[in-house]
């Protein structure tokens, strides 16, 4: 294990101090054991509510990281939507909560941070063969709900497309601020829901497909594609009706990204459309709702980022 990182890890159950054994964590206050699997501490059981993700981001690794698609784009959201800098970031501990396969970690590690992806999924083995070498990023498999961190470990935490996938966002909500110190900030990115949310073009077809399996939705959806891409490909570009079309079809085909070649863009289809089809869980969350949670755990100097998509809320731990 390594050593920097066994500084802030705790007991996710009594935050209790660990120390390491034979292949294991151990906790020195309640004797809980944790597996170390291919250098990756693993806080919970391999299947769960996420194994869609771990699915989904082991087939789709290194689709989002800048520095295999050669854009700038997870670099531009991932600076937007928390309001950091770089030079903030620098030699201080970073939470990428719910990191998958690491898009917003390929970033954050450049900024010279000492940067924690965790994720509930098997994800992080796809982060780890594309981020593996960088001394200053270390993943963690655990839940957000127990976090398997001392309190106030992190300087920054952020939690980007996560909150809405989880069984309970309110208790989410409140689970991340107790790794945060005295003046750290958070940032978050959440589907909101509006009055006409449920009736958007995914939530009609999602009751059958997130109980579909896994490999047999992935297939249907690559074999839809090349009928479905073409189609999206005018109506989406629609001046005054483009927008009508994207929430109606569910389909994620990104006709404004410029950066994007049309190949990249047909592997995105492909991936975002999985991605909002598959989940299990997919609860928006009104802004009223999400910051009354983060107050409650101590949260203040919320603001939204009005320029980001989604409902995109910032703030500083009291």
């Known amino acids: 294990m390594n050593k920097k990182l066994m500084e802030i890890l705790a007991c996710p159950e009594c935050h209790g101090g660990l120390k390491e054994a034979e292949g294991a964590l151990l906790c020195g206050d309640c004797g809980k054991a944790y597996p170390v699997v291919r250098g990756i501490p693993r806080f919970v059981e391999s299947q769960n509510y996420a194994s869609s993700f771990g699915y989904q981001w082991n087939k789709f690794t290194a689709e989002q990281l800048d520095s295999y698609n050669g854009t700038n784009c997870s670099e531009k959201r991932l600076y937007s939507e928390t309001g950091w800098s770089k030079d903030w970031m620098e030699g201080k501990w970073i939470l990428d909560a719910g990191c998958g396969a690491g898009r ?115 297939f249907m959806i690559r074999l839809l594609m090349p009928v479905i891409f073409p189609i999206t490909e005018v109506l989406f570009r629609i001046g005054g009706l483009n927008k009508l079309f994207a929430f109606v079809i569910p389909v994620a085909n990104y006709v404004d990204n410029k950066q994007l070649s049309i190949k990249q863009r047909y592997d995105w289809a492909i991936m975002d459309t999985f991605d909002m089809l598959s989940p299990y869980y997919d609860q928006p969350q009104t802004q009223a709702d999400a910051e009354r949670s983060l107050r409650g755990a101590g949260i203040g100097q919320i603001r939204r980022m009005a320029e980001n998509p989604g409902l995109n809320l910032i703030g500083v731990k009291s």
């Open 104 to 218: 917003f970690l390929d970033v954050a590690s450049k900024s010279k941070a000492f940067t924690v992806g965790i994720d509930i999924s098997n994800s992080v083995e796809g982060a780890q063969r594309y981020l593996e070498g960088r001394d200053n990023v270390f993943l963690v498999q655990a839940s957000i709900y127990k976090l398997p961190f001392r309190d106030s470990a992190f300087d920054g935490l952020y939690c980007i497309g996560v909150i809405q996938h989880t069984p309970d966002p309110a208790k989410t909500l409140g689970s991340l601020p107790r790794v945060l110190k005295k003046g750290g900030k958070i940032a978050v990115t959440i589907y909101e829901k509006r009055r006409w949310t449920l009736f958007c073009g995914k939530y009609l077809v999602r009751p059958l497909t997130k109980r579909m399996n896994k490999k047999t939705l992935l």
